[in-house]
C-alpha cells in the first residue's frame, strides 16, 4: 500500500499566486474529494501531485520517495492521471486507448499479458461492447468510464481524477462515482477527485479538502466540511442543508452579495 503525502506545496502562475502552504496526506482506501470555487486551485493541486506540474516549494512523497527524484515513468506506475477532458487527434479504438494504459509497464509493443488485462479491465466496467468502437465516435460518458479503464489498467496506487464528472449527465455522473469508489474498496487503492458537484462529493468521498484562495479553507468529513457557513465563506452562497441517507444535502438559495458579506463578516 501506497500514500501520498504532500507538505508546504506553493505554486504560481506568472503573477498570480495559486496554491499557498498546502500539506495534506492520502490514504489507502480513501476517496478524498477536493472541492472548492473556480479558481481556488483545485485542478493546479492534483496536476502537482504528480509533477504535470512542478512546485515552486514544498515536497511531494510517493510512499517514501521524493517525486523529483523519480523518473516520469516510475511515478506513471504508483500513480494514474485523468485529466477533465481527453481525446486523441487520430482514430484509436477503445481497447487501444485503454491499452495505452500499460505504457509504464510495457516495452514499445504490447504482450499478450498486456492485452489480457486490458479484456479482464474492459469486463469489470462492462466495456467489453465497445471495445472495437472508435473513442471519439461514443458519447461523452462512455469516453469517461473507458478513461477510467485506462487508469484501471495502469495497477496504480493511487488514482488522480481532474472533475471526472464534467459535462456528464446524471446518470453517468452517478456511474463514473460508483465506478471510482468501487476501485479504491476492491483493490485498496486511493482515489483523489477534484469535483464541483458538492452533493457528489458529500455522497462518494470519504474526507473532503475545500479549498478557498489556494488555502485549504477545512478538511475532514462531509458534515464537517460542508456546513451552512463554509460554503457562504468560500463560495459566496446561501445554502440550506438537508440530511439524506446520513449524508449533507446541499441546496443552494441565492449568492451573496459582495458588500453585505463584508458588513455581516461573512
Not at 479504491?184 to 457528489?200: F, M, P
Not at 477545512?218 to 446561501?238: C, D, F, K, P
Request: glycine share 6%; charged share 25%.
Amino acid at each position: 500500500m501506497v500514500t501520498l503525502k504532500i507538505k508546504n506545496i506553493e505554486f504560481s502562475y506568472p503573477g498570480i499566486p495559486v496554491l499557498k502552504d498546502i500539506s495534506l496526506e492520502i490514504m489507502p482506501g480513501e476517496v478524498l474529494a477536493i472541492v472548492g470555487k473556480n479558481g481556488a486551485g483545485k485542478s493546479t493541486l492534483i496536476k502537482c501531485m504528480n509533477r504535470i506540474l512542478e512546485p515552486e516549494k514544498g515536497v511531494v512523497f510517493l510512499g517514501e520517495r521524493d517525486l523529483k527524484i523519480m523518473q516520469r515513468k516510475d511515478i506513471a506506475k504508483s500513480m494514474a492521471y485523468l485529466s477533465q477532458k481527453a481525446s486523441y487527434t487520430f482514430p484509436i479504438t477503445v481497447f487501444d486507448a485503454v491499452l495505452s494504459g500499460r505504457y509504464p509497464h510495457r516495452a514499445w509493443n504490447s504482450d499478450k499479458e498486456d492485452e489480457i488485462k486490458v479484456s479482464e479491465v474492459l469486463k469489470i466496467l462492462e466495456l467489453e461492447s465497445l471495445s472495437m468502437r472508435y473513442f471519439n465516435e461514443i458519447s461523452g460518458g462512455q469516453q469517461q468510464q473507458v478513461l477510467i479503464a485506462r487508469a484501471l489498467v495502469q495497477e496504480a496506487a493511487i488514482f488522480l481524477f481532474d472533475e471526472p464528472t464534467s459535462d456528464l449527465d446524471i446518470k453517468h455522473q452517478l456511474e463514473v462515482m460508483e465506478t471510482v469508489r468501487k476501485i479504491v474498496r476492491e483493490k485498496k487503492v486511493s482515489a483523489v477527485v477534484t469535483i464541483h458537484d458538492l452533493n457528489l462529493a458529500a455522497r462518494y468521498a470519504d474526507r473532503l479538502i475545500m479549498l478557498k484562495n489556494g488555502l485549504i479553507f477545512a478538511a475532514g468529513s462531509a458534515a464537517s466540511v460542508l456546513t451552512e457557513e463554509n460554503i457562504t465563506q468560500a463560495y459566496g452562497v446561501r445554502v440550506l442543508i438537508n440530511q439524506i441517507e446520513g449524508k449533507p444535502h446541499i441546496i443552494p438559495m441565492r449568492p451573496i452579495d459582495p458588500e453585505r458579506r463584508s458588513e455581516n463578516n461573512v
